[in-house]
């Protein structure tokens, strides 16, 4: 398992780590497998989505925020019980195909990084199981 | 990794894959191991529910776009913000177990891709992982 | 594949099984790899978020009240249309990383069982896949 540092810069961000996951798929020499991306935090996640048009990241963030308000009737008292709610409407891990020793992806796709309570260090596990 | 070619009719539809996943493990001579769904779009997803009642998936479709409406005070220029935001609320995998080289889903389950920006020529990949 | 029994006892729950889960990996015997938890229902889910405040999960069950509520405008009329659209909010699988012998978690994170259509008996599958 590897671990990626992460540096948030505020609250709600989608950070583009899509470079830094296939290092280590390419560093791994594994050819062929997947590539398990996974997220140990709890007002965090990860998600795949569009890293060409950054309006894409910031849309996803405002509508989460107007379905999941910052301020809403919670018990939680740490005051970001939505952060908590978030990461689970992402979820923690993503589970990626290896081909040809890369992270095999779509046209438009690149792997994000969900902070929902930055700013915060913040880290990515990346575990590679290699197939025949 | 083998690619499933998948053809939308309607914006948002639910297409059951489940018989053309298991036709992928079954070629695939894998008695045990796991199989990754991936779907390699930014404006489609996969989800596994309930493929008894057809009722299930639409309400699934209905109570999203509620939620996530096609117009909103979006961005993203290109008509389809909701549709980025529905994948990452579906997400772009499942990882099933293979058992006795048959996927093993629960009575009910059934496997489904999430078209949210059609009608298009899609596609899904499929990677079997052997263990044992 | 081992299966876990769950006898959840609301109509909506998180019951955390971090520690049954822990205990498949461990006499699995296998100290690297990945550990797939898989919920073969339709009306049902699992997640990781934080196990230490309770609250958190009474968060997430009423947020997800809020949102999609148990009496809507749904086709399905078998009364669990909401458990559904829950069990695909959250998704069927996690999978998780194995070093040392155990499931890697961050600090605060337990996995949870998330329950949308109680009181049942349920099943929780888990697959180890090693790794080198």
Redesign the interface.
């Known amino acids: 398992?590897q671990r990626i540092a992460i540096k948030t810069s505020r609250r709600t961000e989608l950070v583009d780590i899509t470079r830094r996951i296939q290092e280590v798929v390419q560093q791994s020499g594994v050819k062929s497998?997947?590539c398990?991306v996974?997220?140990?935090?709890?007002t965090a996640a990860c998600?795949?989505?569009?890293n060409a048009?950054p309006?894409?990241a910031?849309?996803?963030l405002?509508?989460l925020a107007d379905?999941?308000p910052e301020s809403?009737?919670?018990?939680?008292?740490?005051g970001n019980?939505d952060s908590?709610?978030k990461?689970?409407?992402?979820?923690?891990?993503?589970?990626?195909?290896i081909?040809d020793g890369r992270i095999?992806?779509?046209?438009?796709?690149g792997i994000f990084f969900c902070e929902f309570d930055g700013p915060r260090s913040r880290e990515v596990?990346v575990?590679?199981?290699?197939?025949g």
């Open positions: 398992m497998g997947i398990v996974y997220v140990p935090h709890t998600t795949v989505n569009e048009d309006d894409v910031r849309d996803i405002a509508t379905l999941i809403g009737n919670y018990r939680h008292i740490e019980a908590h709610i990461a689970t409407w992402c979820g923690q891990s993503e589970t990626l195909i081909e095999q992806l779509g046209r438009w796709q596990w575990k590679v199981v290699p197939t």
